[in-house]
C-alpha cells in the first residue's frame, strides 16, 4: 500500500477519498481481547494493590495503552501517513505529561493544606 | 504509471492530499484532538482536587455482603459510615463505597461491578462500529446495516446504564453542591464529566442511526464509497476512548 500509489487524475479536494483498504477482521477480535483482559486487570489491581501514587500511575499507564489500542487498531491509525500520526499523537503525550504533573503537583497542595491546619 | 502518480517529494505542493486522506477524515481526526483537550482539561481538574484532598481511611466490606441489613440499626449504609468517619467532608470518598449498586440486586455491596459492566458494553460496541466500518470497505451494504443496529443497541444500553446510575447517586442525596459522601466537589464533578461524556454519547448515537438510515436508503451504494460509516467510527471510538480515562480517573484514582 504505497502512498506513491494513489491516483490524483481529476484531484478536487472537495470530493476526493481514497480508495477504501480492507484489513480483516481478526486484528479487531484480538483488540476486543486485549481491552477486555486490561480492564479486568484494573479491577484486580484496584482491590490488590494499596492506594497511592504508584497505583495512580499504573491506572493511567494501562489506560495509555488501552487508548493506544483503540487509536492504533480501531481508529485505524497504524495505516496513516506518519504526517497524521504525529499531528494527532504527539499533543496527546504533552497532555498525558500534564495529567501526571498535576497530580502530583495536587498532592503538594494536599501537603500545603495539612502543613496550614 | 508515471501520468497518473505524483512522487512524495511533491507532498505539500499542491495536486494531492498531503496526509492522503479526504477533507473530511481529517477534519473528524482534528476535531477529535480538540474534543481530547476538552475532556483532558476536565479530567486534569478532577485529578488536582482529588488530590488537593487527603485519601479516605482503609475499610472493607467483604464482596457480596448484605450492606442493608449488616447496617440496618445505625440507619443505614451511608449513615453508618459517615458514624465511623468512613464518608467526612474532610477527605475524599473511596469510589467502591459508593459505586456498589447493581440493578435487581438492592443492598447487595457489588462495589465497581456496574461500572465494569458498562465499560464492556462500550467496548463491545466499538467492535461492532469497526466491524461496520470493514464491512462498508467491501462495500457490503447488509452487513453494514447489521453492524450499525447492534453499535446503536450498544449505545442505548450504555445511556441506560448511565440513567440508572444517575438515578441511584440522586436518590442517595447527590447534588451539584453538596453530597452525602465528601467534598461537594465529589458529586459536582462526577455529574460534570460522566455528564459530558453521556451527552457525547447521546450524539454519537443520534450520528449513527443518521447513518444507518443513509446506509438503508442506499445513499453510500450511490455514493460509490462508505466513507462516512469510517467518520462516524472515528467519533464512536473517540468516545469509547475517553470512557477509558473517565472509568479510569473516577472509579480506580
Known amino acids: ?117 | 504509471m508515471s501520468e497518473t502518480t505524483i512522487s512524495t517529494e511533491k507532498t505539500w505542493s499542491g495536486g494531492r492530499s498531503p496526509f492522503n486522506v479526504s477533507y473530511g477524515k481529517l477534519m473528524m481526526w482534528i476535531f477529535l484532538l480538540s474534543d481530547a483537550f476538552t475532556f483532558s482539561s476536565l479530567l486534569v481538574g478532577y485529578g488536582a482536587i482529588r488530590y488537593s484532598y487527603p485519601s479516605p481511611p482503609e475499610f472493607e466490606i467483604p464482596v457480596f455482603e448484605d450492606v442493608h441489613h449488616m447496617f440496618e440499626e445505625q440507619g443505614g449504609f451511608i449513615e453508618a459510615l459517615t458514624e465511623q468517619g468512613i464518608f467526612s467532608e474532610g477527605h475524599w470518598p473511596s469510589p467502591d463505597m459508593v459505586f456498589n449498586h447493581f440493578p435487581f440486586a438492592h443492598g447487595i455491596h457489588l462495589p465497581l461491578f456496574f461500572v465494569s459492566l458498562m465499560t464492556f458494553i462500550l467496548i463491545f460496541s466499538s467492535v461492532t462500529m469497526v466491524l461496520a466500518v470493514e464491512a462498508g470497505q467491501r462495500k457490503a451494504r447488509g452487513e453494514v446495516t447489521k453492524y450499525m443496529i447492534y453499535t446503536i443497541i450498544g449505545g442505548f444500553a450504555f445511556l441506560g446504564c448511565q440513567a440508572w446510575e444517575w438515578t441511584q447517586f440522586i436518590h442517595e442525596g447527590a447534588t451539584l453542591n453538596g453530597n452525602p459522601f465528601g467534598p461537594w466537589h465529589f458529586a459536582a464533578l462526577f455529574f460534570l464529566v460522566t455528564g459530558f461524556h453521556g451527552f457525547h454519547v447521546f450524539s454519537g448515537v443520534v450520528l449513527n442511526i443518521v447513518i444507518l438510515i443513509n446506509n438503508m436508503m442506499g445513499t453510500y451504494e450511490k455514493r460509490g464509497h462508505y466513507e462516512m460509516i469510517e467518520k462516524t467510527g472515528l467519533y464512536w471510538h473517540f468516545v469509547d476512548l475517553v470512557w477509558v480515562f473517565v472509568f479510569t480517573f473516577f472509579y480506580l484514582i
Open chain 1, 1 to 117: 500500500m504505497g502512498h506513491n500509489q494513489i491516483n490524483y487524475d481529476n484531484y478536487d479536494p472537495t470530493t476526493w477519498v481514497p480508495e477504501a483498504e480492507n484489513h480483516g477482521t481478526k486484528a479487531l477480535w484480538k483488540t476486543f481481547i486485549i481491552l477486555s483482559v486490561i480492564t479486568v486487570l484494573d479491577i484486580i489491581l484496584y482491590f490488590t494493590i494499596d492506594p497511592g501514587m504508584p497505583r495512580n500511575i499504573t491506572f493511567i499507564i494501562l489506560g495509555v495503552v488501552k487508548a493506544a489500542f483503540i487509536v492504533y487498531v480501531f481508529m485505524h491509525m497504524t495505516y496513516e501517513k506518519g504526517s497524521l500520526k504525529n499531528t494527532i499523537i504527539l499533543p496527546m503525550i504533552f497532555v498525558i505529561y500534564l495529567i501526571m504533573l498535576m497530580l502530583i503537583e495536587a498532592d503538594f497542595w494536599n501537603y500545603l493544606n495539612y502543613l496550614l491546619d
